[in-house]
Each structure stands twice: as structure tokens, then as C-alpha cells.
């Protein structure tokens, strides 16, 4: 078996269809790993033919890991679900599995963030490389709860060709994450024993907008851009605040609660 994909998945009815779609002709095998989806996940799963494995929720690196270990593939392709593969990525990838060339081991593939129903090509969301492709065994993910990312000792090498990755379908759905994200978010840095100052409160959020809007050119993307460059500064806002009830409410335990599943 040449290739399999490894995603993860808590009720992602909205995306997997479109995901799995993307995935049939190029992969041998898809493994989802599954923490507790109550929605149409796994029909649409059984529709594929995937492998659909039950795991509890154990953090975004640990529970990648669980996906890969399953694959039976010899190149993994780790998937988001919410995450489409480009009809010039699927091709990109299909070379390199078939050229045979075992001495590149590890490639980042480009991630085009698509929000709102739009490509999202400045303010930062238009370029973020992340590990996708490598061979079984090269590697493994971090245990992050968030913010996952893959070690390695072997080189990284690039693929340009995008991987959309489908952020947000509406303000409602961005909405609808936002507590949950901010709340692990908070929960990370606490782990780390980072604090949240005024300062970071009051003013980071102003820096981020600035930083996306202007200096990334955000403005670029019209009203979506303002949108997302405003929604992001409330995001660290809130996740520094989280951080601050943390440390003063000591609610670290009740809060673990609401940060156990992710998509």
C-alpha cells in the first residue's frame, strides 16, 4: 500500500464529504480517528470506505499520532478535515509517491486558508506551511494539546502547490469554535506558565489587527480581510483574559472540560 490518509474528526459533517471527495483517487486508504461526533461523521465516513476508529479526545498531536499508527500506508498524508486537497496538489503528490525517490522523507504543503467562502490570500492566511506528506516512521507529531507540530530529524523539504484549508464557513461557524479554541488556547500557555498582563490584553489585540490589516496587506482581501483581522484581535484578547481566570479562579480543571474535543 502506497498511500494512506490520517485525519481526525469531531462532528465535521459540514467538511468531510468535500474532503474525502478530494482524497479518493489519490490514496490507497483514509483513517479517521473519531472523538465522540454526533452529527452524520461517520455515514459519510462509511461512504469513503474509511477506516473509522473511537478514541477520546487526547490533544490535536497525540490523537494525529493515534490516526497515523493505524495507516498501513507507506507515505502518510495527514489531513484536517476541514482541509481539501488542490487539483494541482493531488498531482504534485502522486510524482513524488510515484517517483520511488525514498531519499525526501518530509514535505510542508502551503495551507490557503478559505474563509467565508473566499480564498484568503493576505493578512498572513495566505501562506502557512505545515507538514502534510512524509514517510511512515519519519516522524511524529508533538504532544501539544494545540498548536501540533511534527519532529522530525530528517529534512523538510516544500510543496508550493495549496492545500485549501476551509477555516470557517460562516461567521456563525467561526463563532461557534471561537470559545472552545480560546479556552485550549488559554489552557496551553497556562501549561507553559506563561502570565497575561494588561498590556498583552489591552494591546495585543490593537498590534494584531494592525499587523494583519496593514502591515500583511489584509486590507486586500476586502471585507473579509477587515473581518478576520478584527475577529483575530478579539480572539487573543479573549484567550489572554482566559488565561487571567485561569490564574485567579484557578478553573484550570473545569475548563480542561470544554477543551477536550477537537476538529
Not at 490516526?67 to 496538489?89: F, R
Not at 467565508?116 to 494539546?145: E, M, P, Q
Not at 519532529?151 to 485549501?164: G, L, P, S
Not at 496593514?214 to 471585507?223: H, Q, S, T
Request: aromatic residues 12%.
Amino acid at each position: 500500500m502506497k498511500l494512506s490518509a490520517a485525519i481526525m474528526t469531531f462532528n465535521e459533517e459540514k467538511n468531510l464529504d468535500r474532503t474525502l471527495k478530494a482524497l479518493g483517487d489519490i490514496c490507497d486508504e483514509i483513517v479517521i480517528v473519531d472523538s465522540g461526533s454526533t452529527d452524520r461523521t461517520k455515514e459519510i465516513a462509511d461512504k469513503y470506505k474509511a477506516k473509522f476508529i473511537n478514541q477520546k479526545w487526547l490533544g490535536y498531536g497525540k490523537q494525529r499520532n493515534v490516526a497515523i499508527d493505524n495507516c498501513s500506508g507507506k507515505w502518510i498524508l495527514a489531513v484536517d478535515a476541514d482541509e481539501e486537497l488542490s487539483p494541482q496538489l493531488k498531482e504534485k503528490i502522486k510524482e513524488i509517491i510515484e517517483s520511488n525517490d525514498e531519499s525526501k522523507k518530509v514535505y510542508e504543503i502551503n495551507r490557503l486558508s478559505v474563509c467565508f467562502g473566499k480564498k484568503i490570500k493576505h493578512g498572513g492566511w495566505g501562506t502557512s506551511y505545515a507538514v502534510r506528506l512524509f514517510l511512515k516512521g519519519a516522524g511524529k507529531f508533538n504532544d501539544n494539546t494545540v498548536h501540533e507540530s511534527f519532529v522530525t530529524d530528517e529534512k523538510v523539504y516544500q510543496i508550493k502547490e495549496d492545500i485549501y484549508h476551509h477555516s470557517y464557513l460562516t461567521l456563525e461557524d467561526y463563532f461557534s469554535k471561537f470559545n472552545r479554541y480560546t479556552t485550549e488556547g488559554a489552557l496551553e500557555y497556562y501549561k507553559k506558565g506563561k502570565k497575561a498582563s494588561v498590556f498583552q490584553i489591552a494591546f495585543n489585540p490593537l498590534y494584531k489587527f494592525i499587523r494583519m490589516y496593514i502591515i500583511r496587506l489584509g486590507f486586500l482581501d476586502g471585507v473579509e480581510g477587515f473581518l478576520l483581522a478584527s475577529t483575530s484581535s478579539l480572539y487573543s484578547m479573549v484567550k489572554y483574559f482566559k488565561l487571567r481566570e485561569i490564574y485567579r479562579n484557578g478553573s484550570y480543571i473545569d475548563d480542561k472540560k470544554g477543551a477536550k474535543n477537537g476538529d
